[in-house]
């Protein structure tokens, strides 16, 4: 079985890569939590580019229904139709839709299947996806079909913690919290971005970047996508890795909220983040 090792714009833990691996050796969902920011999306990503496998997202909103991710019937469109005497109206499959589970269940390969926040959803979300991602399968009353995977895909689900999800749907995942990468981890993620980014510029980025973590109170902390960003602002921006020990060019990529920008303005005649 072919190994994730990370990809080329995604620099992996070695932790994180072997519980990738063993998710995909044991047939299970692979549930990912961290704060937001610290690359749980694009992990499936990565695993598609690395394994060369289609990827399939389900993006998870408060209105999210287990079901959407199934199938749809679209009984208004052949009510519709049967006015109208279009031909096929009694072809009751021409008006059901396979959602994104329905997708990777028929794709023939297998498929990297992300579902991306479960915890934006209501609380019997997870528990209700519990024999699809179970049995690998699901029934369409409609056309009395059952849809099964040709082939299992492999399962990454993303969460914020915004919720906590069902002690049974957990029991059938394997977990992992991706942690805030310290500085060292960060480097090599920037440099993974900007292979040929000024040294200097890079230590100094990201000794403001995370001094500006540890104003007290942030409302919300920049995150590596933020940081990223910032950076390619430096860049095209011109801006001298010396200029930022003593101001913080373009806060605003890096904070978004009001209250966390006035922390950055001095007190003093020393920038609030230098130490």
């Known amino acids: 079985m072919e190994q994730f090792k990370g990809s080329n714009g995604y620099i992996v833990s070695e932790d994180l890569a072997r519980t990738v691996n063993v998710a995909i050796a044991l047939e299970k969902p692979l549930l990912i939590k961290g704060e937001p920011g610290t690359g749980k999306t694009m992990l499936a990503h990565a695993i598609s580019e690395a394994l060369g496998k289609k990827l399939y997202i389900w993006n998870i909103k408060s209105t999210t229904k287990a079901q959407d991710g199934l199938y749809v019937y679209d009984a208004v469109q052949r009510l519709y139709d049967s006015q109208f005497g279009v031909a096929g109206v009694d072809d009751i499959a021409r008006y059901i839709k396979l959602g994104k589970l ?16 479960i915890d934006k959803a209501d609380l019997e979300f997870p528990n209700d996806l519990l024999w699809e991602l179970d049995q690998m399968e699901f029934y369409i009353h409609e056309t009395r079909e059952t849809i099964k995977a040709k082939h299992r895909p492999i399962v990454v689900i993303t969460s914020n913690a915004e919720k906590e999800l069902p002690d049974a749907f957990l029991r059938r995942c394997i977990f992992h919290y991706i942690a805030f990468p310290e500085a060292e ?24 970047f995370y001094m500006t973590r540890e104003l007290p109170d942030l409302q919300k902390k920049p995150s590596t996508s933020e940081l990223l960003d910032w950076i390619r602002a430096l860049v095209l921006g011109g801006i001298d890795p010396a200029a930022l020990t003593g101001e913080l060019p ?23 983040w230098r130490r």
């Not at 329905?102 to 498929?111: D, M, R, V, W």
């Open 185 to 208: 981890e960060m480097g090599r993620i920037v440099k993974a971005h900007f292979p040929d980014l000024d040294g200097q510029l890079l230590r100094q980025a990201l000794a403001a």
């Open 102 to 117: 329905g997708e990777a269940f028929t794709s023939e390969e297998q498929c990297i299947l992300l579902i991306d926040e």
């Open 250 to 272: 373009y806060p605003g990529v890096l904070l978004k909220k009001n209250e966390d920008l006035e922390k950055l303005k001095p007190q003093t005649n020393t920038a609030p």
